[in-house]
């Protein structure tokens, strides 16, 4: 299974941008995903979950102003971010906890990467 996230870039404060993460190969089921960050000298933070039934939640800088979701028939999950502030500047990833192997056990697997810089 790989995770490919896309999306990032370059942004004014005040602007938007949507990250992507699309997923490939045998997959039976996915449970929780979730999108992470880490700042530069900064430990990796959750900043959004969703489970499979679409509920939501959110790391308390971003609530409000980011929109996470998903696609169950194209397992691919997005993180829709508004208004964006210096501080939201990072590399993001995505993280999806799924059943690779159709014996119940579920893994964490983790996209690559997304650099997303927020100018002020």
């Known amino acids: 299974v790989q995770l490919q996230a896309s999306g990032g870039g370059l942004v004014q404060s005040g602007g938007s941008l949507r990250l992507s993460c699309t997923t490939s190969?045998?997959?039976?089921?996915?449970?929780?995903m979730r999108w992470y960050r880490q700042a530069p000298g900064k430990q990796r933070e959750l900043v959004a979950t969703?489970?499979?039934?679409?509920?939501?939640s959110y790391l308390n800088s971003v609530a409000g102003r980011f929109t996470i979701s998903r696609d169950n028939a194209k397992n691919t999950v997005t993180l829709q971010m508004d208004s964006l502030k210096p501080e939201d500047t990072a590399v993001y990833y995505c993280?999806?906890?799924?059943?690779?192997?159709?014996?119940?056990?579920?893994?964490?697997?983790w996209g690559q990467g997304t650099l997303v810089t927020v100018s002020s």
């Open positions: 190969g045998k997959i039976f089921s996915i449970n929780l």
């Open positions: 993280n999806v906890y799924l059943n690779d192997s159709g014996y119940g056990r579920y893994v964490n697997y």
């Open positions: 969703v489970s499979r039934d679409g509920s939501t």
